[in-house]
């Protein structure tokens, strides 16, 4: 069977696929095909904080308002979570739009330690500015403690078949939650190795939205 | 390679064996992280669902999963950087539906794979009347669950 179009079906046919979509040429994240059905906001649990849900951020920007939710606390409480998005019959991309709008923000403008972070990163290999011989002190005396007998970190081994980094709160607040790891890595014989220097492991850049600092964090760890 | 396959190669060529009864007496849940599961099956068209509950299971017998879960996951409110923006009584607020679930759930332990996860759960289960809750990582619970020698 052939379909058959009425005059007003082809008309549409047509102007959809010559739509322009412009303004989701520098916002590409569909937010323009919005039906408003509410269903992101009926599932964000930050739906309310500040009198924000995800359904008026995308509303706002499809309306051209970026620099004012670019000035709003909500894109950062806000945790990219993506149940929105599955749920989203237009499956618009929010938290990718708000990443975006997080990237808008002046740098010394972005809340908390999350910029300031990342730029002790980009300058000293971690997120603390934690110096070189403080942090072999610690790995070391974690290392000495009872239990670990016959046990070394393997600090800057060549030829390890496994590299790792360090979540900055491990060389921190949290030096008993090294050992798990080790614990594992000792028992199957792991041949492994861990930096002495860009071991951080946590790239603040992926929540600030800076795609230019995330290359530079791994270009510092990985060469 | 992702630490959840790092840990069933592992457990699946014997390099490393588990006590199942080590935890016997628990009720332990898993919180699935947005990034390693839904993010990641909305990004990449995998997301780290089974892994780490094959893995649970090898370390214990019985354990209860969360409802909703997978993709359907309540966020705990920790990740995306909200534990360092210093909008703390937003993110509490944000873990509310998260504690509801696990409340419901009856457990005593909750197991993550992710250290935002981990550092919200901790940092809030106070406020839900939950401090006895305990917050296990993955590797924790394999590390704990080691047979040595």
Known sequence: MVLEYSPMETQSIIALNTLEHGRCRPWPFLQDFCLTCGICAGACPASGVDGFDPRKLVRMISLGMEDETVSERWPWICTMCGKCANLCPMEIDIPGLVRKIRSRRRREEVPGILHKGLEAALETGNNLRLPKDDYVFILEEIAAEPGFEGFTVPIDKTGARILTTIHNKLVNTHTEDLKHWWKIFHAAGEDWTVPSENWEGTNWGYFTGDDAAIRKFWKNSVL | ?149
């Open chain 2, 1 to 149: 390679m992702t630490v959840f396959d790092l840990l069933i190669e592992y457990i699946r060529e014997g390099r490393i064996h588990l006590d199942t009864s080590r935890f016997k007496d628990r009720r332990a849940t898993y919180h699935d992280p947005c990034n390693y599961g839904r993010q990641a099956q909305r990004r990449f068209g995998h997301g780290f669902f089974e892994e780490p509950r094959w893995i649970l299971s090898q370390c214990m017998d019985h354990w209860q999963d969360l409802y909703p879960a997978r993709m359907n996951q309540i966020c705990c409110g920790g990740g995306g950087g909200t534990l360092n923006t210093g909008y703390n009584e937003e993110r509490i607020f944000y873990a509310r539906r998260k504690f509801d679930q696990i409340k419901t759930s009856g457990a005593d332990m909750l197991v993550v794979p992710c250290h935002s996860c981990h550092g919200q759960f901790n940092a809030v289960k106070k406020d839900y009347g939950m401090e006895n809750l305990e917050i296990k990582y993955l590797w924790e619970l394999v590390a704990d669950c080691l047979v040595v020698g």
